[in-house]
């Protein structure tokens, strides 16, 4: 079975430009999550979605959001993008997001602002 | 505040030594932890998770982890470590948010196994 990928791999891209970054699941997994991985901040979770529905959001400003689409696959995106929002973005993907699930990360997208 | 605390951020071990790292979480009620590896250039996978049951759960590679209740505490441990499992090791509470869940790490703790 396939496991989680996400596109692109890397993007380099300016202050103030936006950005969208896709995420496509297990094959079978409901449950899509987005974390950001910052050498500062560590592991912090952004959002998580299941039927196309945004269940929680972690705390980050409201430039960053999702969706979920009706295959499952995601996609987030980062509106006026800032230096501080370089970092690894994660995703990761569930049967169905409940609290014994695994979650399965991709590789991640390397964003780098500049 | 719910938090996940990992003690040691770097570990430098030898081969064959053994290895314990640290996880503390503050969390009231029922917690599902987990364990994650980070090899270089690889993408986070599971090495080992509890949710109920037998408190010494074992992984992948030889891993353990043993839950204690009383002292809110998830540690990681390996007999012998070799150079391959040089990576950053990641602590992990499942926790309620909103109507679902999410995953709340530790800081990582970074291990450097030498030849």
């Known amino acids: 079975k396939a496991g989680v990928t996400q596109t692109p791999r890397y993007l380099i891209k300016t202050r103030g430009q936006q950005v969208t970054l896709s995420c496509s699941p297990i094959?079978?997994?409901?449950?899509v999550s987005w974390y950001q991985q910052t050498p500062g901040q560590g592991l912090q979770f952004l959002f998580e979605y299941f039927s196309e529905t945004q269940r929680n959001k972690g705390n980050f400003p409201g430039r960053f959001s999702g969706r979920q689409f009706s295959n499952s696959r995601s996609e987030m995106n980062v509106s006026t993008l800032e230096l501080g929002d370089s970092a690894l973005y994660l995703c990761?993907?569930?049967?169905?997001?409940?609290?014994?699930?695994?979650?399965?990360f991709g590789p991640g997208t390397r964003l780098t602002v500049l | 505040a719910q938090s996940v605390s990992q003690h040691n951020h770097h570990v430098i071990l030898s081969e064959a030594a053994s290895l314990e790292l640290g996880c503390n979480y503050s969390?009231?009620?029922?917690?599902?932890l987990f364990w994650y590896v980070q090899y270089p250039g690889q993408h986070l996978q599971l090495l080992l998770k509890?949710?109920?049951?037998?408190?010494l759960v074992k992984g992948i590679k030889g891993f353990e982890a043993e839950f204690i209740k009383s002292k809110f505490s998830f540690n990681l441990r390996k007999p012998s470590v070799q150079w391959s499992d040089t990576a950053e090791y990641f602590c992990a509470v499942n926790a309620r948010m909103g109507s679902g869940y999410a995953l709340n790490f530790g800081k990582g703790t970074s291990l450097l196994v030498t030849p």
């Open positions: 969390y009231g009620g029922t917690v599902n």
């Open positions: 509890y949710f109920s049951g037998d408190p």
């Open positions: 094959s079978g997994h409901r449950s």
């Open positions: 990761a993907s569930s049967q169905t997001g409940g609290s014994t699930d695994t979650q399965y």
